[in-house]
């Protein structure tokens, strides 16, 4: 594996320094600042004072390597940035003091790349400066949108305007009251080739005919921000809005979610560690038959198991992320695929094993074991199901053998 740069060796460590300084301290008095909010989907005032700090080190916008040189923050190849989104995942508030939280930072991808100059400046610079957030609004509740030939949603074009009908849900974050656009994915040429009947566009929350339905709860969880059911009625934005044109919306779904999918996976191996870092200190201050937990045996093997896995499976994400830099996400897309299924199992496993060294406290919310849980097991879907990204590897893993291999025989 190559070596990290100077400059993303620095950022590791001015970011362990800002973790060990702002976020630990902090952890208890941010949820009792959430608690006490009247509105469960707002924000904690001490995360003005957490970005602020995260501002004043240079800590900014760290996730995107071919950002606007001009645009604020420090941009890290995806290698350097692994360990510092390792870092962040282990307290969940952490990316969003950095303004490094989905799903901002795949839709600022995207913006930065394929918007128009009026967009980019309407949307993604107030974006980069953290003043808004951001949902990305694809999955439908009536189809399977893991298949996104589905989605159901219309995007037609009306003289200057494009005119939406439809409706989305699992829109994360559009119910914060910082989130001020979405980007929308749906169908504008249901005639067309598969893959070139889609198309992506932005939105601004407050356009008419944009309403919210039912915000599903995740694992019994009020997550902050909600992913509420998305209705569009007659909802009309300008023909600039339209992110690469006409048609491109599946491409820019893919270059979107390659990223998002590889930093899923980098906080993911964050949440293994401070699972495993609960499950020892709970083994160390629990007794059981006239013996500390940590002074079984099965608990031993459930310690060093972890710490197999977690190694293991940060060396494969390093892997893909050094692949993403080099060779690119399309060539990438098998690898990519294989950690997106490897590392939520991976972590589920660790944190279920805490739960059980935890005894009845793991599943209340006195630990943060059940929510890590509810949400790694939310992961296992989003993004592209376990399912999808094993026949993607399966498929290019036969085809290897069999370059003329199809599903369909016929």
């Known amino acids: ?39 469960v989907h707002g924000t904690p005032p001490m995360m003005e004072k957490l970005k602020a700090a995260a501002k004043e080190r240079g800590l900014w916008n760290l ?46 991808e ?3 790349l394929y918007a128009s100059d009026a967009v980019k400046q309407r949307w993604l610079s ?40 439809g409706r989305k849900w699992f829109s994360s974050n559009a119910l914060r009251p910082e989130c001020e656009v979405l980007i929308v994915m749906g169908k504008n040429d249901p005639d067309g080739p598969a893959h070139r009947q889609q198309s ?13 339905g039912r915000d599903p709860h995740v694992f019994g969880y009020h997550d902050r921000g909600g992913h509420p059911e998305v209705i569009y009625d007659n909802v009309r934005v300008p023909e600039d809005h339209i992110l690469g ?21 980098m906080r993911s191996i964050g949440v293994a560690e401070r699972a495993l870092e609960i499950m020892v200190k709970r083994s160390l201050e629990r007794s059981t038959f006239g013996r500390l937990l940590a002074q079984h045996g099965l608990v031993q093997d459930h310690i060093a198991e972890a710490r197999i896995e977690i190694d293991q499976a940060r060396q494969y994400v390093l892997h893909v992320a050094h692949l993403m830099d080099t060779v690119g996400n399309k060539a990438a897309a098998q690898e990519i695929s294989g950690i997106k299924v490897a590392i939520p199992n991976m972590t589920l496993k660790i944190i279920d094993r805490a739960i059980q060294v935890h005894g009845a406290a793991g599943v209340t ?36 053998h069999d370059p003329s291999f199809r599903m369909n025989p016929s």
């Open 365 to 400: 919310q006195f630990t943060p074991l059940a929510h890590m849980y509810a949400h790694q097991r939310t992961l296992r879907i989003a993004d592209g199901p376990d399912e999808v990204h094993k026949m993607t590897i399966a498929r290019r893993e036969i085809r290897r």
């Open 200 to 212: 992506m566009i932005v939105v601004p929350k407050a356009t008419k005919g944009i309403s919210f």
């Open 110 to 112: 995207i913006l930065n």
């Open 245 to 265: 044109g006409e048609g491109e919306g599946f491409a820019i779904s893919q270059a979107r979610l390659g990223p998002g999918r590889i930093h899923h996976c």
């Open 1 to 39: 594996m190559p070596e990290f740069t100077a400059k993303g060796l620095e950022m590791q460590e001015a970011v362990k320094s800002y973790m060990d300084d702002f976020i630990y301290p902090n952890e208890e008095e941010y949820y009792a600042e959430y608690e006490a909010l009247d509105n």
């Open 126 to 165: 107030p974006l980069l400066e953290g003043e808004i957030r951001s949902a990305f609004s694809m999955t439908e509740p009536d189809v399977a949108s893991s298949d996104a030939s589905n989605i159901q949603l219309r995007i037609d074009k009306e003289g200057n305007e494009y005119v939406l009908n």
């Open 63 to 108: 996730f995107i390597p071919h950002l606007d040189p001009q645009a604020p923050g420090t941009k890290l190849s995806n290698y350097d940035y692994a360990p510092i989104s390792e870092m962040l995942g282990k307290v969940n508030f952490a990316s969003e003091a950095l303004n490094c939280a989905a799903p901002d930072t795949g839709n600022m």
